[in-house]
Structure formats: structure tokens, C-alpha cells
């Protein structure tokens, strides 16, 4: 059963960096893409971007001038950068596994979620 | 960018009830659709993938039904488990999530 585990700071000043690690058990982080997700306390669900083990990123064009995501498969782990935070950045942080359907990729797994507070 | 609206926004219902929830996309999304489950405090629950697919695990009242921009989340009998948050998803151009069902006891 694959299981993922978000991790990193809870708070978080205004205009600094946001860094957050998802650590993936139970199978391999190779051959898939992997996104975050985050959601503002009482409201919905947004795509932040989505790294494939090779590298390779697409990132929500909403956020794409402060997000970066990286992969480090020798550990099972990726990460979300995301710089220049304020307070509507607070949110629960969700990483997910994207599983290809029979054209597109949806999310299967999803960690518990961390939330971050942006406050000085 | 392919906006999705779901309807209604908060639905009240009683044990047994068959419950429906829509969802339209601003574009047609092929059969790019999916459908989670969100409980407060818990990550999302995949339901349906690729608009009708049941997920391994889940319950056979949870169907879903639609194309090109409107969809459907059927629970045929509701039981004490599914009073919860339903939201859409499109991943026909990167991923989209409708703004939620709620779901409450009526």
C-alpha cells in the first residue's frame, strides 16, 4: 500500500520561501508523476503543479512565477518550493500520486496534508 | 483555462436517499473526470475515475455517468458513511476541481 508524508515548517514568515517534502512509502517513486495540492481552511481544492521522477514540471499557471518542484528519487521523495508567500498561502498542503486513467492522469494517493500558516 | 461548477452547493438528505451531484466544465473534457470524497480533517477519497470507473474499495452505490461537459455522482442509497464533501475533478488540460457538494443530514 503506498502511503505519502508531508513535511516542513507549519509557519512560515510573509515573503519567504514555503518548502515542503512528501516521502513515499510502500513502492517506488519511479515512473509516475506526483503532484501537490493545497486547500484554504473552508474552501475547495487547487492544483499547485506536478513533477514527473525525471524532472520534469507543469505548474498551475496561477502560481508558476513562484513555484518549484523537485524530485530526489533516491530517497522516494519530492518537493514544492514556493517563494514570496502571504497570507493567502495558508493552507492545508495535500502531495497525491497521479495514476494515468485511460487518457489522463488523476490522483490516487494522497498524503494526510500539512497545514501552513503564513504569519509573521 | 477549463472552469467547473458543481450543483448544488450543499445538499440535504435523508439515510436511503438516492442523491445526485452535477458537475459541468466550461469546455468539453472527454472522458477526463473523476470524483472524491472529503471527510473534515482527511485527504480527499478517489470515488470514479474516467467519468464512470469505480474506484478499487469503493461502495457500488457511487456511480458516475456523463460527457463532453457534464457529468454526473450518483449515490444510489445513502448511508451514514457518505455525509461528506463531493468534489469534481477534470484532468483533460492539467487538473481542474469543481468547488465542492456538501452533503449533510437532513
Known amino acids: 500500500q503506498v502511503q505519502l508524508q508531508e513535511s516542513g515548517p507549519g509557519l512560515v514568515k510573509p515573503s519567504e520561501t514555503l518548502s515542503l517534502t512528501c516521502t513515499v512509502s510502500?513502492?517506488?517513486?519511479?515512473?509516475?508523476?506526483w503532484s501537490w495540492v493545497r486547500q484554504p481552511a473552508g474552501k475547495g481544492l487547487e492544483w499547485i503543479g506536478r513533477?514527473?521522477?525525471?524532472?520534469?514540471?507543469n505548474y498551475n499557471p496561477s502560481l508558476k512565477s513562484r513555484v518549484t518542484m523537485s524530485v530526489d528519487t533516491s530517497n522516494n521523495q519530492f518537493s514544492l518550493k514556493l517563494s514570496s508567500v502571504t497570507a493567502a498561502d495558508t493552507a492545508v498542503y495535500y502531495c497525491?500520486?497521479?495514476?494515468?486513467?485511460?487518457?489522463?492522469?488523476?490522483?490516487?494517493?494522497w498524503g494526510q496534508g500539512t497545514l501552513v500558516t503564513v504569519d509573521s | 483555462d477549463i472552469q467547473m461548477t458543481q450543483s448544488p452547493s450543499t445538499l440535504s438528505a435523508s439515510l436511503g436517499d438516492r442523491v445526485t451531484i452535477t458537475c459541468r466544465a466550461s469546455?468539453?473534457?472527454?472522458?477526463?473526470l473523476a470524483w472524491y470524497q472529503q471527510k473534515p480533517g482527511k485527504a480527499p477519497k478517489l470515488l470514479i475515475f474516467?467519468?464512470?470507473s469505480l474506484e478499487s474499495g469503493v461502495p457500488s452505490r457511487f456511480s458516475g455517468s456523463g460527457s463532453g461537459t457534464e457529468f454526473t455522482l450518483t449515490i444510489r442509497s445513502l448511508q451514514p458513511d457518505d455525509f461528506a464533501t463531493y468534489y469534481c475533478?477534470?484532468?483533460?488540460?492539467?487538473f481542474g476541481f469543481g468547488p465542492g457538494t456538501k452533503v449533510d443530514i437532513k
Open positions: 497525491a500520486r497521479n495514476i494515468a486513467g485511460r487518457g489522463g492522469y488523476y490522483f490516487d494517493y
Open positions: 510502500g513502492g517506488s517513486i519511479s515512473n509516475y508523476y
Open positions: 513533477v514527473y521522477t525525471s524532472g520534469s514540471t
Open positions: 469546455q468539453t473534457i472527454n472522458s477526463w
Open positions: 474516467d467519468v464512470s
Open positions: 475533478l477534470q484532468y483533460n488540460s492539467y
